[in-house]
Structures are given as C-alpha cells and as structure tokens.
C-alpha cells in the first residue's frame, strides 16, 4: 500500500513536515521532525525515511533554538534520531499513520516527557479523546 500513488509533486513540508505521527491503532508517536533525503542519480531527490525527535527538529532550525533543541535531545537520548521508512507509511491525510508495529517500536522521548510532566497534570486531560 503506497499513499504517493498518482500524487504527482508533492510539497514535503505542507505533506509531511510537523505532522502528528500516529499507529493505525492510534498509537501516539509524535511528529514528523525532518526528512531523510537520499539524492537519485538524475538529480532529484527521494524521501527514504521520516524522522523523530528534537535532534532532527535541531537540524531544520538555525541559531540558539536549534542549539537549545540539541541540547534538550541529549537530555532524552543519546542516539540518533529514529527512522521511520517510507514503506511503513499507511496513510497521510491529516496525521501520518504508520504500521501498528512500526508505532509501538517508535518512541519520542520528548512527547512522552512532556505527557507525564505536563499534559497528564492537567485536570480532565484523560478524558480529552473521549
């Protein structure tokens, strides 16, 4: 299953970029941080994978931000951002959903911090998608 099929052009940043990354069995993964590019001989380039965490956000953003989220980033990991192939990819309209399987073995360290310390703190936050 292929969710580009008869697309065309697509503008990756208005289709994929900070978009909610969700399971098709509403697994909670996070958002789409930044792409993985990989250049094709003729010049143009293929997504091959969407990336997660505040290390690949840091990467889109210049300056003090992008060194505050790198910094923020270590405090969570100390790995690389984490992948999610392209073939994983289900769905795209309005959050990307990814297979059940590829949702439960993506973690987001900062969605997951800032659930238990703030979201999960809010009063009635529980029952928001009810």
Same mark, same amino acid.
Not at 63 to 68: D, E, H, P
């Given at each position: 299953m292929n969710p580009w099929t008869d697309r065309g052009l697509v503008d990756l940043a208005d289709a994929l970029l900070d978009r909610q990354i969700t399971g098709e069995d509403g697994t909670v993964v996070g958002k789409v941080d930044d792409l993985e590019l *990989?250049?094709?001989?003729? &010049?143009?380039?293929?997504?091959?994978?969407?990336?997660?965490?505040?290390? %690949?956000?840091? $990467?889109?953003?210049?300056?003090?931000?992008?060194?505050?989220? *790198?910094?923020?980033?270590? &405090?969570?990991?100390?790995?690389?951002?984490?992948?999610?192939?392209?073939? %994983?990819?289900? $769905?795209?309209?309005?959050t990307v959903v990814v297979t059940t399987a590829v949702a439960q073995a993506t973690t987001s360290p900062s969605e997951d911090w800032l659930r238990r310390k703030v979201v999960d703190r809010i009063p009635g936050a529980g029952r928001a998608s009810q």
């Open positions: *990989r250049a094709e001989d003729n &010049g143009t380039h293929v997504v091959d994978a969407l990336l997660v965490g505040p290390e %690949a956000l840091a $990467d889109r953003l210049d300056g003090v931000t992008g060194k505050l989220l *790198r910094r923020i980033g270590r &405090g969570f990991r100390t790995q690389a951002p984490q992948r999610i192939p392209m073939n %994983a990819i289900r $769905d795209v309209e309005p």
